[in-house]
């Protein structure tokens, strides 16, 4: 993929600055992924398709309200996190994992390109939906390929601010886990507004469930943590 191929998606149009960020970050993910376990994805072209433009695809106007706060749980070596926050400099995206070195690699890079919108944070999915300062804090909330939906909606939905959105990256699969969710988002207040079912240019299929919680989300959530690994809260 090119540059100006990967400016044809719309949301880049005549954005050459940040088509160019995209795909310097995508070399600085590559170069660091020989030394430590950043992707699974070793050749640079692959990780542009399958992580870079990936990352793009959960970006829709309507969720990101101008200078919205963004958290990206599990951000790993910065997906969807990075890209979106080189896509909208007005954001300020927080990008959160429990492992410091992926973080540190994240951190380093943007400031290499500059990218100021960016801030991370070493944290528990679990201990950060209880603490005061990030519960219920962001308008929108991303998670790519973390943990399966009953889980991840535990983790992810306390983080969001009553009216705002959890956008759950998903595969084929998503209609399956979604109907595991069900009793899940019902605990939680929120309820599924938009399924977004798309190709990449590998052919590979994907499914965006857009998440929107409507009421505060109770005080017991999440569990403690490993628990809604443990014993996820399943059912229809
Ligand atoms: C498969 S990786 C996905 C990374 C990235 N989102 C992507 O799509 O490339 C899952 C990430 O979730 C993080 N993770 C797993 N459990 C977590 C938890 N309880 N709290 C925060 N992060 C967690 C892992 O450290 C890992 O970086």
């Not at 960020?21 to 992924?33: G, I, P, Q, R, T």
């Not at 084929?172 to 798309?198: F, H, M, Q, T, Y």
């Not at 994907?206 to 443990?230: S, V």
């Amino acid at each position: 993929m090119t540059i100006a191929e990967m400016m044809q998606l719309s949301v880049l149009a005549g954005r050459e600055d940040a088509a160019q960020k995209l795909f310097a970050y995508n070399d600085l993910v590559m170069e660091m992924s020989g030394k430590i376990n950043l992707t699974g994805i070793k050749d640079p072209e692959e990780s542009l398709i399958k992580n870079v433009y990936d990352s793009l695809t959960v970006y829709e106007e309507k969720y990101f309200p101008e200078n919205a706060k963004l958290l990206d749980l599990g951000t790993g070596a910065g997906f969807p996190g990075v890209p979106l926050a080189i896509l909208r400099p007005d954001i300020q995206a927080v990008l959160a994992d429990s492992i410091q070195k992926k973080l540190t690699f994240v951190e380093n890079a943007c400031q290499k390109l500059g990218i100021k919108n960016v801030k991370c944070l070493h944290i528990r999915a679990e201990e950060g939906g209880r603490r005061r300062k990030t519960r219920e804090s962001f308008d929108i909330v991303t998670a790519r390929a973390v943990k399966m939906l009953p889980v991840i909606s535990e983790w992810a939905l306390p983080f969001v601010k009553v009216g705002g959105v959890f956008a759950a990256m998903k595969g084929p699969g998503a209609l399956d886990e979604l109907k595991e969710s069900g009793k899940i988002l019902r605990e939680l207040n929120a309820e599924v507004e938009e399924v977004k079912n798309l190709e990449l240019p590998t052919g590979e299929k994907r499914c965006i469930l857009y998440i929107r919680k409507t009421a505060p989300c109770p005080k017991t959530y999440p569990r403690k943590i490993g628990i809604a690994e443990k014993k996820p809260i399943l059912g229809e």
